[in-house]
């Protein structure tokens, strides 16, 4: 497959050192397969996999992907440069094409604790290694917007390289998306829908398609009805079935993916789904080759003399079955079996912070009733809202409503100040117990949901022995998926993951949750830099107003 030329070919193909060497046509209509260059994950946070990178590889080689850009701010705002370091070494383990990008957000705010901080002298010792072909997404979009010196400085490092900026800008529109493209921000993965993503693309924006296990993007960007708009707009009537065969944006990327989903399908998927939109099945190859690999300056993408031999071959375009995967023109994955092992190795403990209790989990107040604040979430979005209720007090403690939904959230801090904030939650709807993660974008403290203080506690307690994971914890039952590594990934397989994963899920629904990833929307229930209402371990955060907002309503 010509990814320049749009157009298929029989051909011999020559490696030699790891690069293609010659592409010479062939006559020969009876071969079968069909050669395409391997998918690249423009876009990626592994440790949202749960898995180590080396066994991260392992999976993605099955479903054709041969490279994946990889934000390490997950594992960075744990443990810094040291972090970083052992994540990319672990990563030289597999024979997969890891390239990074400088976490430019260490922490993503200064309202809440996180276990390290990188400034902008950190950024210029990552952004000149090879392996860094870009800054990480800008989720600081205020800083950008107010000038802010540090914001600026990591921002001019990475132009003074010539390697291009990440953006994280969801809903940022008009004048203040002018000025964060001004800065030079070149890519953003937040649209949440068409509308969003064509303002960006029309103002200079790569657009990144996200298809996650939380945020779900691709259905609303590819919507058959805006595509018809957008094009009677902008062609003639007599093209529109051809403009239509056009994705419009640039790239497909997964941001966050757990094991089990990409256990299932990864970069594979989501090029199958766009083509059911009615996308071209080349242009939408090319959104995962050829794209990215122009816009990082990767030496891969394309299947052409002197690029790097990342190339899989499928069955036929229909079925898109993958049967092998090459990186470097050596064979990694053969019908269903890949041929590399991953590494074994685990960073070291992160978790400093006492024992629990369940008085750490009330709220009081003196009086019948008070209304508080709520974070209101929703299946498969990263975007919250804010909702108030009037809730009981028993004894000074304000109670949760499990009839409306209103559930009790505390951050719990885990770099040894032992700081909790207390909030309240409606969108998962336990009947009872409490389900509690390590992994709470963007510092990774303790996040814990419950039915009730005693329980959460519980929770919290079990995770501190553990050091780091998830964990469900109901009326004596204890179920947790230990994540060791930074309290963020484990060294097992994906399958050993994803099976302690769906054990886990299975029990969240037992509770009546009815969230598709409970742990993951769990996960952006901290991440203050998406609208409008999160918490920190510091406190509740309107994150419209990007300052601190009271639990109780005046």
């Known amino acids: 497959m010509d990814v320049f030329n749009n157009s298929v070919f029989p051909a011999e193909i020559t490696v030699k050192n790891g690069l293609f060497e010659k592409i010479k046509p062939l006559d020969d209509e009876n071969l079968e397969g069909i050669i395409i260059p391997g998918f690249i994950d423009s876009h990626i946070h592994i440790e949202s996999s749960m898995l180590t990178p080396s066994q991260f590889a392992k999976v993605a080689v099955r479903h054709g992907s041969t490279s994946a850009i990889c934000d390490p701010h997950e594992i960075a705002n744990v443990g810094g440069i040291e972090a970083i370091d052992f994540f990319v070494d672990d990563a030289k383990i597999a024979p997969f094409d890891f390239y990074f990008t400088a976490p430019s957000c260490v922490p993503a705010t200064p309202f809440e604790t996180s276990g390290a901080i990188l400034d902008e002298k950190d950024i210029k010792k990552l952004l000149v290694r090879d392996d860094f072909v870009a800054l990480g997404e800008m989720m600081n979009f205020p800083g950008v917007l107010n000038d802010d010196e540090s914001v600026l400085a990591k921002l001019n490092a990475s132009k003074e390289l010539s390697k291009p900026i990440d953006g994280h800008a969801p809903l940022l529109s008009g004048e203040d998306l002018d000025k964060y493209i001004g800065a030079g921000i070149s890519t953003d993965h937040e649209c949440s829908s068409f509308q969003e993503a064509i303002e960006k693309k029309e103002k200079g924006m790569k657009i990144m398609v996200r298809s996650g296990s939380s945020a779900k993007n691709l259905d609303a960007i590819f919507d058959l009805d805006e595509r018809i708009s957008y094009w ?323």
């Open 232 to 554: 009677k707009n902008h062609g003639s009537n007599d093209n529109l079935e051809e403009n239509l065969k056009k994705p419009i944006f640039d790239f497909l990327v997964s941001d966050d993916k757990h094991a089990d989903d990409l256990i299932k399908g990864y970069l594979n998927e989501d090029i199958k789904k766009a083509a059911s939109f009615g996308i071209d099945i080349i242009e939408a190859i090319k959104m995962v080759t050829i794209n990215p690999a122009s816009h990082y300056n990767l030496n891969s993408g394309a299947i052409a003399e002197g690029r790097k031999a990342n190339f899989v071959v499928i069955d036929n375009f229909d079925d898109f079955n993958i049967k092998r995967t090459y990186v470097g023109g050596k064979l990694v994955y053969d019908n269903g079996k890949v041929l590399f092992d991953a590494a074994e190795d685990n960073f070291k403990n992160t978790f400093d912070l006492s024992r629990k209790s369940p008085e750490d989990f009330d709220v009081t107040y003196e009086g019948e009733s008070v209304e508080v604040n709520v974070v209101k979430c929703f299946n498969g979005e990263l975007l919250t809202e804010n909702d108030t209720a009037v809730l009981n007090v028993k004894n000074s403690l304000i109670q949760p409503d499990l009839e409306r939904d209103i559930l009790k959230i505390a951050v719990v801090e885990r770099y040894g100040g032992n700081s909790i904030a207390n909030g309240f939650i409606s969108g998962f709807n336990l009947s009872n117990g409490a389900i509690a993660s390590s992994i709470s974008h963007d510092s990774h403290n303790i996040i814990v949901i419950g039915t009730n203080s005693t329980e959460m506690a519980e929770a919290v307690n079990l995770l501190i022995e553990n050091e780091g994971g998830l964990v469900v914890v109901n009326e004596g039952l204890k179920k947790s998926l230990p994540l060791p590594v930074a309290g963020l990934m484990s060294n097992k397989s994906a399958e050993e993951v994803s099976a302690l994963y769906k054990e886990l899920l299975d029990e969240a629904k037992k509770l009546n949750c009815e969230l598709d990833s409970p742990f993951m929307t769990m996960s952006f229930m901290a991440l203050l830099v998406i609208p409008s209402l999160k918490i920190s371990n510091k406190g509740l955060f309107d994150v419209d107003e990007f300052s601190f907002k009271d639990l109780i309503v005046d």
